[in-house]
């Protein structure tokens, strides 16, 4: 996620995408009507790509391994390349991540083809939906959650990972202790340069304009997000949307 992304903050949070246009790649199959978009991203090792079809019914995904790759087919097709570093999946775009920038010109034609097989395979994404489960964002509004909890997970899912995602990449919360959010990044935003800047000056600046009692926003890792506790499924007997319009929105 580039700092450009976020330009400017304005008054009741609103804020503007950065003028310009992204350049846009497009490449279409010989063969079959699939028709893939190429967007860069603020990480140079990473694009992102739109096949113009479905991805993930719901969520997504984020393999940074082979070995993790393995339960998805398209996913697992893609790292089978040499220099393929990272593919995170969206509900209707993929970040590919290879190792070095440089190998980009040399990967990406192997790449869409991936893809086009892929498809034209007609496979699902995952092998076995039941057991391999969507990343899990962490905005689903709990009983147990204070009303400061409620107001940054709705900030996070609303305004914040639509820009996120625009770039390639996601963000989960994590957690808030102390005045503390915590955050994981996923896709692009993982290892890129900027991504540390954008979240003092993009999200933290945000988070803290809507809710004093934020003192800072902190980046946790994969490894971190896997030792916390996974809280129960537990949603409030009202909706979201009017657990939010009771605490003023």
């Given at each position: 996620?580039?700092?450009?992304?976020?330009?400017?903050?304005?008054?009741?949070?609103?804020?503007?995408?950065?003028?310009?246009?992204?350049?846009?790649?497009?490449?279409?199959?010989?063969?079959?009507?699939?028709?893939?978009?190429?967007?860069?991203?603020?990480?140079?090792?990473?694009?992102k790509?739109?096949?113009?079809?479905?991805?993930?019914?719901?969520?997504?995904?984020?393999?940074?391994t082979?070995?993790?790759?393995?339960?998805?087919?398209?996913?697992?097709?893609?790292?089978?390349?040499?220099?393929?570093?990272?593919?995170?999946?969206?509900?209707?775009?993929?970040?590919?991540?290879?190792?070095?920038?440089?190998?980009?010109?040399?990967?990406q034609?192997?790449?869409?083809?991936?893809?086009?097989?892929?498809?034209?395979?007609?496979?699902?994404?995952?092998?076995?939906?039941?057991?391999?489960?969507?990343?899990?964002?962490?905005?689903?509004?709990?009983?147990?959650?204070?009303?400061?909890?409620?107001?940054?997970?709705?900030?996070?899912?609303?305004?914040?990972?639509?820009t996120?995602?625009?770039?390639?990449?996601?963000?989960a919360?994590?957690?808030?202790?102390?005045?503390?959010?915590?955050?994981?990044?996923?896709g692009?935003?993982?290892?890129?340069?900027?991504?540390?800047?954008?979240?003092?000056?993009?999200?933290?600046?945000?988070?803290?304009?809507?809710?004093?009692?934020?003192?800072?926003?902190?980046?946790?890792?994969?490894?971190?997000?896997?030792?916390?506790?996974?809280?129960?499924?537990?949603?409030?007997?009202?909706?979201?949307?009017?657990?939010?319009?009771?605490?003023?929105?």
């Amino acid at each position: 996620l580039s700092v450009f992304g976020w330009l400017r903050f304005v008054r009741m949070g609103n804020y503007c995408k950065p003028s310009g246009h992204k350049a846009l790649i497009a490449w279409r199959s010989p063969m079959r009507s699939i028709f893939v978009q190429t967007q860069p991203t603020p990480n140079p090792k990473s694009k992102k790509l739109l096949p113009g079809k479905q991805v993930m019914d719901s969520g997504s995904m984020d393999f940074r391994t082979k070995e993790e790759a393995k339960v998805s087919p398209l996913a697992r097709r893609i790292f089978a390349l040499n220099g393929v570093d990272g593919v995170f999946l969206g509900e209707d775009f993929l970040s590919v991540t290879v190792d070095d920038e440089k190998n980009w010109p040399l990967l990406q034609a192997d790449i869409f083809t991936a893809i086009r097989e892929f498809y034209e395979e007609g496979r699902p994404i995952l092998d076995d939906p039941s057991t391999n489960k969507p990343n899990d964002a962490g905005t689903t509004i709990l009983e147990s959650d204070s009303s400061t909890v409620c107001l940054i997970k709705d900030l996070i899912e609303t305004r914040i990972r639509p820009t996120v995602q625009d770039d390639g990449g996601d963000i989960a919360y994590r957690g808030y202790e102390n005045g503390i959010v915590k955050v994981e990044l996923l896709g692009s935003c993982v290892g890129c340069p900027s991504s540390s800047v954008t979240l003092k000056q993009g999200v933290q600046n945000m988070l803290m304009h809507y809710v004093p009692e934020i003192m800072g926003v902190e980046e946790v890792s994969e490894e971190e997000t896997a030792e916390v506790i996974e809280e129960k499924d537990q949603v409030v007997g009202k909706s979201d949307f009017e657990r939010l319009k009771d605490l003023g929105f």
